[in-house]
T-cell receptor
Framework: DTAVSQTPKYLVTQMGNDKSIKCEQN?????MYWYKQDSKKFLKIMFS???????INETVPNRFSPKSPDKAHLNLHINSLELGDSAVYFC?????????????FGPGTRLTVL | AQSVTQPDIHITVSEGASLELRCNYS??????LFWYVQSPGQGLQLLLK??????LVQGIKGFEAEFKRSQSSFNLRKPSVHWSDAAEYFC??????????FGKGTMLLVSP
């Protein structure tokens, strides 16, 4: 059973479009995250949610909107896609929401904006 | 603010040789330290973590890391590298008050 799953795995779209990436975890964790990994492999946190409540919202354009319908799901919606949004997006989860908690990562979604 | 430095962007090691990947962190108190591995096209997998106690930590796949407070380091080691170890390795630091901060990663290449 996949612990943290993301769909789709690949996403190719045109500039200006709106797209969503879905994430689900079956670990019973309370906290979920979205990370962006750029072309140089740098991994930067975007958001974290704890029990459906937004905890961390790093300096991310408001075109990015996370939505957590329940604590097992954290989706990422992106409006008006730009070339610079091309990256790999990782979802992760952990039991607690602090830096001492091991995070479990999904396989990533490679977004390409043309 | 906490930060992590991985000074080596790429490292090439011969199969069977020993490996050491460097990691230096910046944090005021005792940090939580992690090493993650990312195989091509995959998500990150935890190799090992340090919270407190014994400064030499054993992980999966034969990896170990040593916490040295005086040097603010948490270097990853493996005595004999296998071709399947070729991947990107990330060091990360966290605390009880904030989430993880990752280093920029070190790409390990294994030559035959």
């Amino acid at each position: 059973d996949t612990a943290v799953s993301q769909t789709p795995k690949y996403l190719v779209t045109q500039m200006g479009n709106d797209k969503s990436i879905k994430c689900e975890q079956n670990l019973g964790h309370d906290t979920m995250y979205w990370y962006k990994q750029d072309s140089k492999k740098f991994l930067k946190i975007m958001f974290s949610y704890n029990n459906k409540e937004l905890i961390i919202n790093e300096t991310v354009p408001n075109r990015f909107s996370p939505k957590s319908p329940d604590k097992a799901h954290l989706n990422l919606h992106i409006n008006s896609l730009e070339l610079g949004d091309s990256a790999v997006y990782f979802c992760a989860s952990s039991q607690g929401g602090t830096g001492g908690d091991e995070q479990f990562f999904g396989p990533g979604t490679r977004l390409t904006v043309l | 603010a906490q930060s992590v430095t991985q000074p080596d962007i790429h490292i090439t090691v011969s199969e069977g040789a020993s490996l050491e990947l460097r990691c230096n962190y910046s944090y005021g108190a005792t940090p939580y330290l992690f090493w993650y591995v990312q195989s091509p096209g995959q998500g990150l997998q935890l190799l090992l973590k340090y919270f407190s106690g014994d400064t030499l930590v054993q992980g999966i796949k034969g990896f170990e890391a040593e916490f040295k407070r005086s040097q603010s380091s948490f270097n990853l080691r493996k005595p004999s590298v296998h071709w399947s170890d070729a991947a990107e390795y990330f060091c990360a630091v966290g605390s009880g008050y904030s989430t993880l901060t990752f280093g920029k990663g070190t790409m390990l290449l294994v030559s035959p």
